[in-house]
């Protein structure tokens, strides 16, 4: 299992405007669903992940599974019990209908591709559930971008989950995480090769370079200011000197590095399409304000903010605890690595996970 398929789930009508037609969406699996139809899981990448949640890197895989060690016998996310699900989400570049996929007319969506929002994401995943015959999720969980579309499960569609899991993420994106999000737009649109958005079928690399500096902006937020204090200080990268000449720091090294790896594997198209999205997120809208939204919510609620989380400070998780009426009290994740601590603290995850499965699902 954990091999990449593709299903249509038909067209979609898009909460701001318009409609996208003929959209597919990938997605992997993982153990078996039972007879009963209960023992599903639902997992929810964030910004840059995809549905490769467990497994090796391979062919339409490039990178391996971001939360290996959650899923497989005996690990929290137990194959031998749940049937674990994780789609490509809407707007992305592994398979789901994106700014890369073919349009209608056979050439790249590019710029033509609609705004979506992450309440959009979520009715392209209500149609994969309906395509896998899945009528109510035992948990749906996720961290940042996927933590939001927990909520919009939640709170949308009370009745299709027993529990969630949120994870360093907020009941609507913040002012300073909007701004963060405006200068890596503009890093990619100010990128020539970016040509409005239509490079697909260009000669040349694309915006890569945009692309580069908006994941440089992007991570030095995902990580917390005093590890990179305690793994780089005023370090020099090797012996390069950046005092008075054109060598670099080693955190410039390390930014470097996270901006090649994603350039080779992530299309800035997806990039710019799945950031508005975040930056439209807002369980609230609508629907009377976060708290009415958040009054909605049903299911078993675990919440969880990372200790030194800088992007997700804890005070907007517990912003939903409050808020939901089933939440249990605010879970700490413990780390020195700042945001990115929902995806590097496996063994405190997975607690949490196993904490929030329900108890009487049976695996066959």
Not at 100 to 112: E, I, K, L, N, V
Not at 263 to 285: I, N, P, Q
Request: charged share 20%.
């Amino acid at each position: 299992m954990g091999r990449r398929r593709t299903v249509g789930v038909g067209t979609i009508t898009l909460e701001a405007r318009g409609a996208l037609p003929d959209v597919e969406v990938a997605y992997e699996t993982w153990g078996t669903l039972n007879a009963a139809r209960d023992n599903a899981v639902l997992v929810l990448h964030a910004l840059t992940g995809d549905s490769h949640v467990a497994g090796p890197a391979g062919p339409g895989h490039p990178t391996p599974g971001w939360w290996d060690a959650l899923v497989g016998p005996g690990r929290p996310l137990d194959t031998d019990r749940w049937f674990v699900v994780a789609p490509n989400v809407l707007g992305g570049c592994q398979g789901t209908t994106g700014p890369s996929s073919a349009a209608p007319d056979g050439r790249a969506w590019g710029s033509r591709f609609p705004f979506i929002t992450v309440r959009d994401q979520v009715e392209a995943e209500v149609r994969l559930a309906d395509q896998l015959g899945i009528e109510s999720w035992a948990s749906v969980i996720g961290g940042s971008m996927g933590g939001m579309r927990v909520l919009e499960w939640a709170v949308t569609h009370p009745q299709r989950l027993r529990s969630a899991v949120v994870l360093a993420s907020a009941a609507a994106a913040s002012a300073e995480q909007i701004a963060w999000c405006q200068p890596q737009l503009l890093a990619i649109r100010s990128d020539p090769h970016w040509a409005g958005g239509d490079y697909h079928h260009a000669d040349g690399p694309g915006p890569q370079t945009g692309l580069g500096i908006a994941r440089r902006i992007a991570h030095v937020t995902y990580r917390s200011e005093q590890e990179l204090a305690d793994r780089f200080g005023r370090s020099a990268q090797g012996e390069e000197q950046p005092i008075g000449g054109s060598g670099r720091y080693a955190v410039e090294s390390y930014l470097d590095h996270h901006a090649a790896k994603l350039a080779r594997r992530f299309d800035a198209g997806s990039y710019v399409v799945l950031t508005e999205a975040m930056s439209s997120h807002d369980v609230g809208r609508g629907r009377g304000g976060a708290t009415a939204a958040l009054a909605r919510v049903t299911c078993d609620l675990v919440v969880a903010a990372v200790d030194t989380d800088r992007l997700y400070p804890p005070r907007l998780s517990q912003e939903i605890v409050a808020a939901a009426p089933t939440a249990r009290p605010l879970r700490t994740i413990h780390s020195p690595y700042g945001h990115d601590g929902f995806l590097i603290e496996t063994a405190q995850v997975g607690e949490l996970v196993r904490e929030a499965l329900p108890a009487d699902v049976r695996c066959r």
